[in-house]
């Protein structure tokens, strides 16, 4: 959607409309705290929760939530205890061995196959929608944010994923945002391909220890399937210098440019403490530099 949008350099910012995700490899890079901070600095934005597994955005942007939506996908076998005989055959033909020996359906076993339905000679099985969740349409003092949360032991995340995603550009076209800023899952896994397939763009964070460094390669590769532009972006880079320079050596030779670094600082630990982004706790000190991430991003996304 955003491949045909103009671009506004002079300003720093990216015109409608760009999508940029934030991902990384690893947990607890920081991608969060980067979102927020990207967020008090940008300008008609459109937020999107897509760490739908285990989201925490909303804990820094409070949103006032105006919209909730049940998510449904696939269906779920239920028994009616008054037409059950208990002839043992949904059992005995359930290959996830989802129903108990007093013929209940345990919904965290069950698949939604509708075997159990077929194989039934009284009837006594129905199907139903599986709710595994919610999503929502908010508002917050940054602009309009979807978010969403997946149930307890739920599946499908990806397909959640997908729905922020595709409500979030929906929205950013009525209100005539400039971008969707994304923060992704972590890992590379079927959440991830769901935030970024089609980005406009990645912000790919990472810290400087070997287990963040190997992670970073293998999103890297992952972005590099789709074809999608990168930054890194190296947070709590002065912790460890060794690996910072070697980080910053395979942005250079795999052409990712050379990445944007944050200091160790516990002012991030703080912010989030008073619910906060960091550049509404301490604006002297991070607006600049999350300034100059949006203009880095925005030079990659002229070419």
Same mark, same amino acid.
């Given at each position: ?35 927020? !901070?990207?967020? +008090?600095? #940008? ?10 597994? $285990?989201?925490?955005?909303? %804990? &820094? ?120 800023? !994304?923060?992704? +899952?972590? #890992? ?10 089609? $980005?406009?763009?990645?912000? %790919? &964070? ?98």
């Amino acid at each position: 959607m955003g491949k045909l949008a103009k671009r506004n350099a002079g300003r720093g910012q990216i015109s409608i409309m760009q999508e940029i995700v934030v991902i990384s490899g690893k947990g607890g890079t920081g991608k969060t705290s980067l979102v927020s !901070g990207l967020a +008090a600095t #940008g300008t008609r934005q459109v937020l999107g929760d897509c760490d739908v597994d $285990a989201s925490d955005l909303h %804990l &820094i942007m409070a949103p006032e939530i105006l919209e909730t939506h049940e998510f449904i996908s696939g269906q779920q076998a239920q028994i009616d205890p008054d037409l059950c005989t208990g002839c043992g055959l949904c059992r005995a033909y359930c290959r996830f061995q989802a129903i108990s020996e007093d013929y209940l359906v345990m919904e965290e076993y069950c698949e939604g196959c509708a075997l159990c339905l077929h194989v039934c000679p009284e009837s006594a099985v129905s199907m139903h929608d599986r709710h595994c969740g919610q999503w929502f349409s908010s508002r917050t003092r940054f602009g309009p944010m979807i978010h969403a949360c997946l149930g307890i032991g739920q599946e499908n995340s990806g397909k959640l994923v997908s729905i922020v995603r595709k409500v979030s550009h929906q929205t950013a076209q009525e209100k005539g945002a400039e971008n969707v800023l !994304g923060d992704g +899952a972590p #890992g590379v896994g079927c959440p991830v391909i769901a935030s970024l397939s089609n $980005a406009d763009m990645a912000l %790919l &964070i990472t810290e400087p220890t070997r287990s963040a460094f190997a992670d970073l390669r293998r999103v890297f590769d992952l972005t590099r399937h789709f074809k999608i532009p990168c930054l890194a972006v190296i947070n709590k880079a002065d912790l460890n210098p060794d690996i910072t320079v070697e980080i910053e050596r395979f942005c250079l030779e795999y052409g990712l440019g050379a990445p944007a670094k944050l200091p160790y600082d516990q002012d991030f630990t703080r912010a989030q403490i008073q619910g906060q982004s960091i550049v509404e706790y301490h604006p002297d000190k991070w607006t600049r530099p999350m300034q100059d991430i949006w203009k880095s991003a925005a030079e990659i996304l002229k070419h």
